[in-house]
């Protein structure tokens, strides 16, 4: 399993910025692909 390239701060702050789960990928520098779609959106409602 790969580390991840972003901290829990990170996160927030591109929650806040973003209007799209879409841009909260491209703002973590991630691959616009489903698995991270699906982390980050499951992530995202934590916090």
Known sequence: MKTKSW???DLQIAV???T???QVL???S???AG???T???K???RI
Do not use: D, F, M
Request: no cysteine.
């Open 43 to 45: 992530i995202s409602k």
């Open 30 to 32: 991630l691959k616009l």
């Open 26 to 28: 491209a703002k973590l």
């Open 20 to 22: 799209s789960v879409r």
């Open 16 to 18: 806040k910025k973003s």
């Open 39 to 41: 982390q980050i959106k």
């Open 7 to 9: 901290t829990e701060k």
């Open 35 to 37: 698995g991270n779609y």
